[in-house]
């Protein structure tokens, strides 16, 4: 009987090296693992995996690339939508697992997988996102999650890769990061509990910059394309230049609090300079490029997609009737925002843009108006309040 062809989402860590083993030495599959570069790794790491890979003795491994994919197909949409999940956090595994999932999901379809394999424990939000998009794009690979069905412990798993002739570290890292081009989560002790912040030694890039530092950010049409005047041919490059500049003070670091989609709470660190930066500059220009009403529902749909999205929910059509709306909106969201960077946070000093509705031409707040008269105004707020005193008059309601 010939064996049955898996495709394993593979990361190099202990989790999917030891899945990689315990498929093909216990099981007896014919395993295939596929690394899904989202811009978090460097040339360097993503060798050492493949070698890792490799020396495991699977029948074969692959790494895919969609950085650019994954930029034009959500990040933009991240941007667009101003999205920080619960006001603070933005999404930065959740967004990269469901784009990940996508990529194995297609790249086992291709291979005529019977099954496919990933190796998320029972207790948080990756398993669901697996799971829903391998269901969804290949619906006829059974899905096989080895931690989760056996409830396997860390210390088994480093037994049983060491009895294969795997020397894992046994001793536990203290933080456990998540690196990716959309930023880095963070956990350790201090996230396992509702109270405590995370050292300074936890967070990858450290906080070496002491001086204040003036930023130029230029946006077109919702998108970053200047950092201090410099042009980048894509995004994505703009994005790793800025990270480089703004890690080292410290900046986009929190602990965010979220409710997981299995139901329980939970809290992760993370440092994200680049998509704090951009997501905060590129809000204050739409606040001088678009009417409070298509601010008013971007701020509506953008918490449903960012919800939808961190749910693993990407492939409802709802996602992309709302990105339409997003695209649509940043027809005038062009300019300059102008930061001025500090250790540990930032000041958003202003912006420049021939779209600012911000205009002297129509008056100016508080101090002069030019294109309505003192009788205007009357009419303006008598009408406005008509509601209020029919309500007040015929309901003998008093304030």
Known sequence: MSKEKVVLAYSGGLDTTFCALFLSKELGHEVHAVMVDTGGYTAEELEAIKNKALSLGIASYKCIHITDEFYDKCIKYLIMGNVLKNNTYPLSVSAERVFQAIAIAQYAKEMQADAIAHGSTGAGNDQVRFDLVFNTIAPNARIITPIRDFKFAREYEIDFLKKHGVDFEAKKVTYSLNVGIWGTSVGGKETLSSHGQLPEEAYPTPCTATQPLDVELTFEKGELKAIDGKAYANPVEAIHALNAIAGPYGIGRDIHVGDTIIGIKGRVGF?????????????????????????????????????????????????????????SSQKYVSGKVFITLHPHYFQLNGIESEHDLMSSKFGAYGEENKSWSGDDVRGFAKILGNQLSIFQKVNGVEF
Do not use: M, S, V
Request: charged share 20%.
């Open 271 to 327: 440092e994200a300079a680049a998509p704090y930066l951009i997501i905060k500059a590129h809000h204050l220009l739409e606040k001088h490029t678009l009417t409070k009403w298509q601010q008013f529902i971007k701020t509506q749909l953008a918490d449903w997609y960012g919800t939808l999205l961190h749910e693993g929910q990407y492939l409802d059509p709802t996602l992309r009737n709302i990105e339409a709306f997003f695209e």
